[in-house]
């Protein structure tokens, strides 16, 4: 296929680390905006009907239901797993290079550690700090 946009090869296809929309997409014309708000009462009574509607197919009137409840309500939170470490389980290496690829994406691959030699971790001592509650953490 002569030409087709994902040949090997083709000048037109996206590169590499460059957008295909670099400008995103435009915003729709204030007027269009004010049209579709006009209609806002009547879309929305037009999902009232079909979610009423034992006629309509369960899917249907699930669907309906599910935009009236999102646009009252907002969307349900979706819970968020993690697998969170101590950072007392982390090696000291390990804690190192974590600070130095935060500093790389911080500020470019000109970044440098404000120490030349990172501190022994494990020599450091406790600190206590205290809350605005009153509680002391350390």
Excluded at 19 to 27: D, F, L, Q, T, V
Excluded at 34 to 55: N, P
Excluded at 108 to 137: D, H, I
Aim: aromatic share 4%; charged share 25%; net charge positive.
């Amino acid at each position: 296929m002569a030409g087709h946009l994902f040949e090997k090869g083709n000048p037109n296809r996206f590169q590499k680390g460059k957008s295909g929309n670099p400008h995103g997409r435009k915003a729709a014309p204030e007027d269009v905006k004010e049209l579709a708000r006009g209609l806002s009462v009547e879309a929305l009574q037009t999902l009232a009907e079909v979610m009423r509607d034992k006629r309509q197919s369960g899917a249907a009137r699930i669907s309906a239901a599910a935009v009236i409840l999102d646009r009252a309500w907002g969307k349900a939170p979706q819970p968020v797993t993690t697998q969170a470490r101590n950072i007392e389980d982390y090696s000291d290496a390990e804690l190192v290079a974590i600070i130095e690829a935060g500093l790389a994406s911080a500020g470019g691959s000109n970044a440098q550690p404000a120490l030349s030699a990172p501190p022994k971790l494990s020599t450091c001592s406790r600190v206590e700090v205290e809350s605005g509650n009153g509680r002391t953490y350390g």
